[in-house]
């Protein structure tokens, strides 16, 4: 084999495993810098306190939760309209909005606190102190047996100790994937084009790779949505999840908009050079003066 093939072949290895990189480590940045990263995570989460879906479904399931916790059915029943209304209508308030934010704070630091450390107890968060906030609204709107509502330390599980533990093996591998993954594909595009003996075409070889990547990126995100959503329990608002899952996946779909765009944009560039470079070959060819015959 030539030298000249030989170049050829190792630029392309290098520039197909470079593009296959680019959504697994944009993936991976994502999981390991913004999903575990808690003022990013608490910032993304804070806008959704204001959604109509999200607050239904924590009005029901508090509403639930708090009715489970009175002794008697003609209590149950007698309360029930004006529990879930109090409950609604205190998603609607400022201090739920700062209820919220406290408790996706807790609960963020929570996990990440179990996923560091070597505790394989569940991770639970506390709803006592919205309940104490619905009793107390109770009680001022004068609802007959508000009294009656007993505030107890009720914990929901975030993640039972099974999947905690197999999580903490992957937060492991992510912590490193996120950062070197990306760094692998860029220098693997980096070595393809230098050695390319055409180094044009393997520039717009891994543009070209790249906005394919960005593009089954945002496949995917879309595809693990419909997959989700499709398999929720039946007291779990579709909305409500598809409003946390869209807040949560908003910077990989961008990014997979980025690595598109900015792979077509590099390749339209090539290509417009390359026609402007033969182009400028072409005038030049045809003014050079021919030279006479001796």
């Known amino acids: ?37 808690t003022g990013r995570y608490v910032t993304t989460m804070a806008p959704l306190a204001g959604d109509p879906a999200v607050q239904g479904q924590i009005a029901d399931t508090v509403g639930e939760g708090i009715l489970r916790q009175v002794d008697t059915g003609t209590a149950q029943g007698a309360m029930g309209p004006f529990v879930h209304d109090a409950v609604r209508s205190f998603t609607h308030t400022e201090a739920f909005r700062a209820a919220w934010v406290t408790a996706n704070r807790s609960a963020h630091d929570a996990v990440l606190r179990a996923l560091r450390a070597d505790d394989d107890r569940a991770v639970t968060v506390d709803l006592a102190p919205v309940t104490a906030q619905v009793k107390r609204q109770l009680a001022e709107d004068h609802v007959p047996l508000a009294a009656r509502i007993p505030v107890r330390h009720t914990e929901v599980a975030l993640l039972s100790a099974e999947d905690l533990s197999r999580l903490r093996k992957g937060y492991d591998v ?22 390319a003996a055409c180094r044009r075409r393997a520039l717009t070889a891994t543009a070209l790779g ?45 990014a997979s908009w980025m690595l598109l765009t900015l792979g077509l944009t590099v390749a339209g560039l090539t290509w417009l050079l390359a026609r402007a470079g033969r182009r400028r070959r072409g005038v030049a060819a045809v003014a050079e003066p021919v030279a006479p015959p001796v």
């Open 1 to 37: 084999m030539s030298s000249r093939r030989l170049r050829t072949a190792l630029s392309a290895v290098l520039i197909v495993l470079s593009c296959l990189l680019v959504p697994l480590g944009a993936l991976a940045a994502w999981a390991a810098y913004g999903l575990t990263d």
């Open 210 to 254: 790249t906005a394919m990547g960005g593009a089954l990126l945002g496949g995917a995100v879309a595809v693990v949505r419909r997959m989700t959503l499709r398999g929720l329990p039946a007291e779990v608002s579709a909305q409500a999840a598809g409003a946390v899952y869209d807040a949560l996946t908003e910077t990989l779909r961008t």
């Open 174 to 195: 992510l912590e490193v994937a996120g950062f070197w993954l990306p760094v692998a594909a860029v220098a693997l595009a980096a070595a393809g084009i230098g050695l």
